[in-house]
């Protein structure tokens, strides 16, 4: 009785930590998306959109968003400052000649802001469509 009791209870466990990672694994941002990686203040992923693309995308997102503090087309950086006084860099790293990863880091009061990191993320794939 105690080990069934024991079972159920674990699995109940394992199953609700696991319904809020579904749609990282699946990639459910964006349909040119494989998947993207969260860590304590920043996401990253890898999509096929080339460089070139995404580039323009960022730089007007950034600029919409808020005060643009660095931006460097050939590193593929910029930092900016959005209106709710979250500090924003984004980072694209050309994988291949296609393959393009992007790296957003949001903080806001030293602390990580994962939904505007989240939400800047999906618009940016959206707009470089």
């Not at 009785?1 to 930590?17: P, T, V, Y």
């Not at 990282?24 to 992923?45: H, P």
């Not at 660095?70 to 709710?84: C, P, Q, R, T």
């Amino acid at each position: 009785m105690k080990k069934c009791f024991f079972g159920a209870l674990l699995s109940i466990f394992i199953l609700s930590n696991c319904v809020g990672c579904l749609p990282l694994l699946i990639g459910g941002a964006a349909g040119a998306l494989g998947a993207y990686v969260v860590s304590k203040d920043t996401i990253e992923g890898d999509t096929d959109k080339p460089y070139d693309r995404l580039w323009p995308a960022v730089v007007s997102l950034a600029r919409a968003k808020g005060t643009v503090k660095v931006e460097d087309n050939l590193k593929g950086y910029i930092d900016f400052v959005d209106a709710s006084s979250s500090k924003v860099q984004i980072r694209l790293i050309r994988v291949t000649r296609l393959t393009t990863r992007i790296r957003i880091s949001a903080r806001k009061n030293h602390l990580p802001n994962l939904a505007l990191a989240q939400d800047l993320f999906v618009r940016i794939i959206d707009e470089a469509r």
